[in-house]
């Protein structure tokens, strides 16, 4: 687990859930999970 930090807002890391928007102002989360924890129907991508 890796909890919040202030300090990291606006930062990608490992275990972090990530906000994209594309270029209609559509948005999509991800977490970023190590590979073995990949799952893209719990929108979790690899950091590899």
Excluded: H
Excluded at 12 to 25: R, S, T
Excluded at 26 to 43: H, T
């Amino acid at each position: 687990m890796v909890d919040p930090d202030p300090r990291q807002e606006g930062r990608v890391y490992f275990g972090a859930w990530a906000k994209l928007q594309d270029e209609n102002g559509g948005i999509k989360v991800f977490r970023l999970v190590g590979p073995d924890e990949f799952n893209p129907a719990k929108k979790w991508i690899s950091i590899n």
